[in-house]
Each structure stands twice: as C-alpha cells, then as structure tokens.
C-alpha cells in the first residue's frame, strides 16, 4: 500500500510518500512546497493544488493522510493554515483518495514513542525508521511522519477496528458446572 503524508502550511507545505510492503516501510519520496511568497492568497493557495495534483499524479498513492491543524496564536495564522490544509483535502478527494486526519500529538507518539517529541526528534526517528540517508527538511519530515503514523494502524482506527486511546475491554464468563 502506498500512502501519502502532507503536512499542510501557508508558506510550505511538506510531502512524503511511503510504500508499505508486508511489515516494513519503504520510503518513496519527499519534499517541499513552496508556493511564491509575495503572491496573493489565492495565487498560493492554486499553486499548492496544482503541484499536490502533480504529486498524486506521479505517486498514484493508495491513501492519504494528513496533519489535522493546531491551535494558532494568532487567528489570521489559523485562518490561512486551514485554507492551505482545505486545499490538500480537495487535491485528495478530487483523486478520490480516502484521507485519515492525526493530531500532531498522535503523529509524535507513532514515530517518536511521545506525544510531546520535540521537532528534531521526529526527524531523527523519520530518518531512522525509513533508512535515509540525510535527515529531511522539517515540514518534510512532518509529513512522513505523519504517513508512518497512518501505516501503524491508521487503517484499522479508520475502519473502526482499533479504539483511539482506549483498549479494548474483553468480559470473560466462567460457568460454573450445575
């Protein structure tokens, strides 16, 4: 299975595609998006679409997954970060791809054993966990993390099989003999 990570930004956007053959984890690609800065909003934003079109296009992903967004401080910030983040989600559905969303915290845990992992920790697992040779850019990284996170049992949360943070609670019936 072939799966996609994007960790939407504003001003760049991070990719990472990832192949999962049996149980292991093969990296395919990454990168970065940078759409040009001093353009207006909706001339990044169309630039995004197009080069995440561009990337579905080569990397015929089986699934996608992407980094839900967090708590900005400023409310501008969160505006435009949810533009770029609605942009990635019509670049996938428009590809028909079923698309998991993960917390940051939920992609730290997967790839970094903790929840609050600070970045270059998350790289340094990234870089591990797929055998690169060099540590990826930061936004980058973020997204094969967040790919990984999605390869470890994203699915099955997805499809219902696996509860969140619970564990699953087995009753177990004696009967006594009559």
């Known amino acids: ?3 996609l990570g994007i960790d939407p930004g504003s001003n760049v956007t991070g990719y990472g595609v990832v192949e999962q053959e049996e149980r292991k984890l093969v990296h395919v690609a990454h990168g970065t998006l940078r759409p040009p800065r001093r353009a207006e909003l ?3 934003l169309e630039h995004l679409y197009r080069s995440l079109a561009e990337i579905v296009a080569e990397h015929r992903p089986d699934a996608a997954a992407v980094e839900q967004v967090f708590v900005s401080v ?3 910030s969160a505006l435009v970060l949810g533009q770029a983040r609605g942009v990635a ?3 996938l559905g428009a590809a028909g791809l079923g698309v998991s969303e993960y917390t940051p915290s939920q992609v730290k845990q997967a790839v970094a054993g903790t929840g609050r992992a600070p970045k270059s920790q998350v790289k340094t697992m ?3 966990l797929l055998a690169l040779e060099r540590t990826p850019a930061e936004d980058a990284a973020d997204a094969l993390a967040v790919a990984i996170r999605h390869a470890n049992g994203g699915r099955l949360e997805a499809a ?4 969140g943070r619970r564990r699953a609670r087995f009753v177990v019936q004696v009967r006594q003999p009559r």
Do not use: N, T
């Open 74 to 76: 400023s409310p501008r």
């Open 89 to 91: 989600l019509a670049v």
């Open 1 to 3: 299975m072939r799966i």
């Open 126 to 128: 990234v870089r591990r």
């Open 160 to 163: 219902g099989q696996v509860a």
């Open 42 to 44: 909706a001339i990044r």
